[in-house]
């Protein structure tokens, strides 16, 4: 681990000098057709010694958003803007990427559920391993970004181990307002790197396939709060949410099902706190002589949302968890402030005068880049 950011960072095979940024593709195989797989990555070494921290996006190939905020961090933050270092793996399951789809292709297997990964096993081991020895092993703390799994959305929250201190800073500091505590499930990014004392949250947002920029605009806002807080970017503030609730390992969060099977229409929204007894989703046969409404059981959020149109009976269909009237009372201010969680907003235009408008390198040119920042390196 590299505390102190003035020494030259390894990582990648590579050595980056204190006050340089590099970014360069980092081969971790070939695929059956003789192509190499390539990691883009982007090194950030400050001049200025400090922790180093890592970004990760697309473990699951079609989870975008992440990606997108890992081209704002990469190309916002200069050398000379951090204490410390930071690690930029822009997407980590390429060949998922490149067919747009969750999983390693043909084999079907979940990287996610793979490390710390083996260097003499599959290709999927292999990657694992490759993310884990070269980078993720090379830090002080780490945000992996998620979203949904296709044909679902989630409401924006944190995913953290609430028992590691070192953890529950990571998660407060990021700033969401839901935290669903757990310490993740056997083979995950978050649950390995935590294990080997590199704290480590997972960061849930929306859906697969889009850049829903209403969220990336407020990622961006978040890392610079974990940055702040890790003393990474001292002068800048640590954000508080408003409210805050942690989610219990056990018992708190339920899945709400479906009895019959049938037809399914959704009925909340359009924000993501429901009323006790509000209905949620009916379920209808063709003839509608069957509707079973399914209502909430309490006041409280709708986290996650199975976006199916049609359920077999037992099958979910939404995450809820319940809320205190004191906290519904903060929540009801901020839908009436405009503030509160628009995950089901469907627009794509960053907001104005937002972390993008403000912060925003905008376009280069291939051909335009300044090379005195940004070296750039074939790793073939
Ligand atoms: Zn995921």
Same mark, same amino acid.
């Given at each position: 681990m590299t505390g102190d950011s003035h020494q030259s960072l390894e990582v990648g095979d590579r050595v980056v000098p204190s006050g340089r940024k590099v970014q360069f593709r980092y081969a971790v195989g070939t695929t059956f057709n003789d192509d190499p797989i390539e990691i883009p990555v982007t090194v950030i070494n400050g001049t200025r010694s400090g922790p180093t921290g890592f970004l990760t996006a697309a473990v699951h190939g079609d989870e975008l958003n992440g990606i997108k905020i890992i081209q704002e961090v990469a190309g916002h933050y200069?050398?000379?803007?951090?204490?410390g270092a930071l690690v930029c793996?822009?997407?980590?399951n390429v060949p998922g990427f490149l067919a747009q789809q969750?999983?390693?292709?043909?084999?079907?297997?979940?990287l996610n559920r793979? +490390?710390? #990964? *083996?260097?003499?096993?599959?290709t999927t081991k292999r990657l694992a391993n490759a993310i884990c020895e070269e +980078?993720?092993?090379?830090?002080d703390f780490g945000l992996d970004f998620h979203t949904s799994t296709r044909n679902r959305t989630t409401m924006y929250h944190v995913r953290a181990d609430m028992n590691d201190p070192a953890v529950e800073r990571l998660a407060r500091a990021f700033g969401t307002s839901v935290i669903l505590d757990g310490e993740g499930s056997q083979g995950t990014l978050r649950r390995v790197a935590c294990e080997d004392g590199i704290p480590t949250v997972t960061v849930e947002m929306g859906r697969a396939h889009r850049f829903q920029t209403t969220h990336l605009d407020r990622a961006l806002h978040c890392v610079a709060s974990v940055l702040a807080e890790h003393e990474v970017l001292p002068d800048h503030p640590v954000s508080w949410p408003g409210w805050t609730r942690v989610i219990a390992r056990d018992g708190e969060k339920s899945w709400l099902r479906a009895d019959t099977g049938g037809l399914v229409e959704m009925k909340w929204g359009p924000h993501s706190l429901v009323e006790d007894g509000e209905p949620l989703f009916t379920i209808s046969d063709h003839f509608k002589d069957e509707v079973e409404v399914v209502r909430a059981?309490?006041?409280?959020?709708?986290? #996650?949302?199975?976006? *199916?149109?049609v359920a077999y009976p037992g099958h979910p269909l939404c995450h809820f968890v319940s809320v205190d009237e004191t906290t519904a009372d903060i929540i009801r201010d901020d839908i009436e402030r405009g503030v +509160?969680?628009?995950?089901?907003?469907?627009?794509f235009q960053w907001p104005e005068s937002q972390w993008y408008a403000t912060h925003g390198h905008g376009t280069k040119s291939k051909h335009a880049r300044n090379i005195s920042e940004t070296e750039r390196e074939e790793n073939r």
């Open positions: 200069a050398p000379e803007d951090i204490h793996l822009h997407v980590l969750r999983y390693i292709p043909i084999y079907d297997e979940d793979s +490390f710390p #990964g *083996n260097s003499r096993s599959t +980078f993720v092993s090379k830090c059981p309490s006041t409280g959020l709708v986290v #996650g949302v199975l976006e *199916n149109a +509160f969680d628009v995950y089901r907003e469907g627009g």
